[in-house]
């Protein structure tokens, strides 16, 4: 019985491949891979390249990570390194290790 296969939507933006915005990155993958395994989607959003972007998600600060699906929309500013105030701020709950 699959038990709620629902997609994560994630979006980070950045500002060119900066330290802080390959770290964000590279924390973020790391995250989703130890807790949201098979159901995620990181959409990488260079405001270099698209500044019009930043205004949608209302984007006043880089690096930030915007959770769109699940609701609620929630935002994570900054290089994601902290991953206990990452995963409360998009409200992760942990993956339980089965022995």
Do not use: F
């Amino acid at each position: 019985m699959e038990e709620n296969k629902e997609i994560w939507e994630l979006r980070l933006y950045i500002a060119g491949k900066t330290v802080k915005s390959v770290t964000a990155l590279s924390n973020l993958k790391r995250y989703c891979e130890e807790h949201l395994k098979d159901k995620y989607v990181i959409e990488v959003i260079d405001l270099l390249e698209h500044p019009q972007l930043a205004e949608g998600d209302q984007i006043l600060a880089i690096p930030t990570l915007v959770k769109k699906v699940p609701e609620p929309i929630r935002k994570i500013i900054g290089d994601l390194s902290n991953e206990e105030k990452v995963l409360v701020g998009l409200n992760i709950r942990p993956a339980i290790k089965m022995e």
